[in-house]
Every structure is written in structure tokens, then in C-alpha cells.
């Protein structure tokens, strides 16, 4: 842990928004992109001279640091995206067909709500949705009854964005599995954060983002498809492969990957990935765990101040959502900026259902979310100023 | 007549996957455009020796690869050459 927030800015732009994007970056994934864009950047898989080539490898030494951070063994089976929302909608509308039905949890995010909402009201699938309990985890009981005979998927929010939640993950894959239902995780927001092995949980699908917790640009994300899955394209275009043809050729991952790549974006997030594995991912979580707990202890003693998700930090990513009794959480994230130079989230968070459980629809929460380079003196700067924030009230 | 021999792809993953496997094992061979006179799915191709022909295809098949197809091209310069498509009984 060290002050890099104070370092990097100053004391009027504290970062506490790391759940919407990270920030600070590793210096590495600042230059990485515009080192790849004055050095290498030809179009990967087009033309087949050396800046091609370049472009190429890079694409393949990212595909395998993906891989290798979520534990799977096939690099072919990752799929660059835009960003999560991307690759669920990607992973949701290249797998449901017809008459299926979808099971997906409450803590959801609108990046699968959405897909989903167009589904069920064009009356191609059945929705429905698995209830959380107040702080955030999704029912099992309700789970277990939930499995029909066209049951396609369950879609699973590995950690809340609203209260940091962490979902079973590896009991509800089983339950699923037990049924003969594939999972499509949402890891947003624990990517990078909080160590996944696909492969021996058994995952079948995986979205990630790469501008959060892999410490990346905005831009990029994936999805990781198991083998044996087949998703059908929801765009075909140009690969550089197969050129006579006006079929988007089948094999993985091109069949997936329609149009020029972000090549130079890609660029950073390899950086990000590489000082993730240079500070180990278990390292990171150990940090994290320590930030939360210094927040949350710090903020749970401020009388009139309402948390939302679990006390113990070990059950949830870098997050704290709070209310102050009568006051506006817009209001109070308006004051902590413009007074105190201090970003944070407020308001629903894209993610109406979850809000409706904590019982904070419409009106929402503060959401502060620390990250790695938070400090201690971060935390104690922020929890003064909510402190003469409820003092207002 | 000089010859070369030609390993092409589905993929560019493919293709960049068989380099470095191929580099870590000190083969000899070179990433290339695909010539012309060659119908390949992926714009690279690997070119080597016709005596390693063999070797290559047998490592890149033990490491689960992706291979489209194998050509014999003669080595003319800039003219078109003759090519020959090589089959292989699996
Ligand atoms: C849980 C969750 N899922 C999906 C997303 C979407 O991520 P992106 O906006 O990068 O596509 C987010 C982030 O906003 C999120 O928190």
C-alpha cells in the first residue's frame, strides 16, 4: 500500500471511484499503448509485413496472459471485447436460442439486465431472477427450486458493484452443472482483484473488463468461452483470414473478434496484467482486504451513517456503499468533491435490482471504492470530511 | 530447382502460437506473407526447409495446433511458381 493518490494528484483529487475505472494506472500501462502505436502498429492479421507480425504477437502474448491469469489453458478460447458489456452481451446472445430460459441473480448489472429485458419482451426467452438477501448474496434455497427443463443459463455477478458482495460462486456452478446448465460469470469487478481459476471451478463462460481491476485501458475486455461451446457471431466482418469468402471464419477466436482490434489499448492492458502478476494477485486481495476493513471500521463508527453489505472484508471486493440519514446521496457526493476534492459514485450504479433489496431504489448510495494504491491517510482525510459532512445534517 | 516448403493456418493465432513454440525449440523456419499462388486463410504462413517439413508438422500436431494445409513452391523470384499441395496419410 502506499499514497500514490496524494503522489500522482494532490490533496484536492482524491480517487475513491476505482470500481467504475481504475486509477492510478501502473506508469508501464501509461506508456505501453503509445509505444505500440509509434513502434509496432500495423493491423494485426492483415497484411503480413513485420509491423503485422508485431501487432500479431503481441495480440498472442495477451491472449496468453489472460489465459494464464484465469487458470485456462487454451489461449485460442479468449475472445478480445470492447469491455464486459461487450462480451455478456456477446456470451448472452450468442448462446440463447429460442424457448430458452435464464436464470441470473438480483446483484446483477445492467450490462446483463438489458440483454436479458430485449430477450424476454421480443419473447425469445423466459427470465428469472434469483433475490439476494440484504447484503447482496443471492439465495441458494431459491436457487436450488429455480432449474427447469429449459434452463440455458445462469448468469452469475461475481461481486456485486453496488456492495462488493461475492457471490458462491463455486456452489452455484455446481448446482447449475447438477442441472445441466452452463454459467456465464460476470467478473467486472473482481478481475485482477481476486484470483479466478476457470477451469477448475468450471466456468463456462467469462466476461472481464479490462479497465478496472486488471489496471488496464478503457476499451478493452474479453471473454473467455470453454471448449465445446459454441456461441453464435453477433458480428462477422473483416479478419484478414479467408478473404474470398463471405462466410466469418469458424475458428476460435477470430470467429468472435470481427473488425481491427484495439491493439495499442491491449498493449496497455498487458502491463496491467504483468504488474498484477509481478505484485501476485494474492498480494493484492491481502491489501485490499486491509483497505476495506480500515473504511469500513473508520466509517461504521460515524453516528447516522447507514452501510449496506457485509461487515467481514473477506466476503467482498474494495467497497463501501453507505447512506447518510436525511441527506441526498448525490448532494453528499457533490460536497465531497467540490469541498473536499474527493471522487466517489453516487446513485444506482447501474444496477437497479440490487438497490431495490438494500432498499435504497431510487435514491441510491454513496459508493466509495479504495483501491490498491489507496493509503491510510487517503482514508483518514475521507473519513473527516464525512465527518463534518453529517455534522451539516 | 530450389524448393520451399509452406505451412498454412486457419488463424493468425494459430500462426503466431506455431512461432513461439517453434522459437523456444530452435527450428529453423520464417514467418511470411502468404505467396499468392497459395489459398490460405490466414495472411501468414510458415516457410522452412522441404527436409524439415516432417519434424515441424509432427511438433506443431503433438502441441495441438491448427494446421490448414502444406505446400512445395518453387523458388523462382517473382514469378508465379509451380505449386504443389502436399497430403500427408493421418
Ligand atoms: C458488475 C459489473 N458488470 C459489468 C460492468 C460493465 O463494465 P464495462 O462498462 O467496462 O463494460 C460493470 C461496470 O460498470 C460492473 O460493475
Known sequence: ?393 | MAYSCYITFPTTYFAIRAESLLKKEAYSFKMVPVPRSISSSCGTALRCECKDLSALKEFLLQNELELEAYYKLEEIGLRVPNVEELHFDE
Not at chain 1, 456485486?160 to 456452489?171: D, F, K, R
Not at chain 1, 441526498?328 to 459514485?345: A, F, H, P, Q, T
Open chain 1, 1 to 393: 500500500m502506499n499514497d500514490q493518490c496524494l503522489k500522482n494528484g494532490n490533496n484536492l483529487n482524491l480517487y475513491f471511484d476505482n470500481a467504475a475505472t481504475s486509477w492510478p494506472k501502473p506508469e508501464t500501462v501509461y506508456k505501453a499503448p503509445e509505444a505500440q502505436m509509434r513502434q509496432a502498429c500495423g493491423n494485426p492479421g492483415r497484411s503480413g509485413h513485420t509491423r503485422t507480425l508485431e501487432t500479431d504477437r503481441l495480440l498472442y502474448t495477451v491472449r496468453e496472459a489472460v489465459a494464464g491469469l484465469f487458470n485456462v489453458k487454451n489461449p485460442a478460447r479468449i475472445v478480445f471485447t470492447l469491455n464486459a458489456t461487450d462480451a455478456l452481451n456477446i456470451a448472452i446472445k450468442g448462446i440463447l436460442k429460442p424457448g430458452d430460459h435464464v436464470l441470473h441473480t438480483a446483484i446483477d448489472h445492467n450490462s446483463v439486465l438489458r440483454p436479458l429485458g430485449k430477450l424476454r419482451r421480443n419473447g425469445i426467452v423466459s427470465v428469472d431472477t434469483v433475490p439476494c438477501d440484504l447484503e447482496g448474496c443471492p439465495d441458494i434455497d431459491f436457487l436450488s427450486t429455480a432449474f427447469r427443463a429449459n434452463t440455458c443459463l445462469l448468469i452469475i455477478n461475481h461481486a456485486s458493484n453496488v456492495t462488493g458482495t461475492i457471490a458462491p460462486l463455486e456452489e452455484m456452478v455446481r448446482m447449475a452443472h447438477g442441472h445441466g446448465v452452463n454459467v456465464l460469470v460476470d467478473a467486472a469487478q473482481t478481475a485482477g482483484s481476486i484470483a479466478i481459476d476457470a477451469e477448475s471451478i468450471g466456468i463456462d463462460m467469462l466476461a472481464f473488463t479490462g479497465h478496472k481491476g486488471l489496471l488496464g485501458p478503457t476499451g478493452t475486455g474479453g471473454l473467455y468461452v470453454r471448449e465445446g461451446i459454441y456461441l453464435d457471431s453477433l458480428r462477422e466482418g473483416g479478419t484478414g483470414s479467408q478473404s474470398e469468402m463471405d462466410i466469418h471464419p469458424e475458428s476460435m477466436p477470430e470467429r468472435l473478434e470481427a473488425g481491427t482490434l484495439n491493439s495499442s489499448g491491449l498493449a496497455g492492458l498487458l502491463e496491467g496484467i504483468r504488474f498484477i502478476e509481478n505484485t501476485g494477485i494474492t498480494n493484492i486481495r491481502e491489501d485490499e482486504i486491509e483497505i476495506r476493513k480500515y473504511l469500513y471500521n473508520a466509517i461504521k463508527d460515524i453516528d447516522g451513517i447507514k452501510l449496506y453489505g457485509p461487515e467481514e472484508s473477506e466476503k467482498c471486493s474494495c467497497l463501501v456503499s453507505f447512506t447518510i440519514d436525511n441527506a441526498d446521496s448525490g448532494e453528499v457526493g457533490y460536497i465531497l468533491e467540490s469541498s473536499y476534492g474527493i471522487l466517489c459514485r453516487t446513485g444506482l450504479h447501474c444496477a437497479p435490482l440490487a438497490h431495490k433489496a438494500f432498499n435504497t431504489f431510487p435514491a441510491g448510495t454513496v459508493r466509495l471504492s479504495p483501491g490498491f494504491f489507496t493509503g491510510k491517510t487517503d482514508i483518514d482525510y475521507l473519513v473527516n470530511a464525512l465527518q463534518e459532512i453529517k455534522s451539516l445534517t
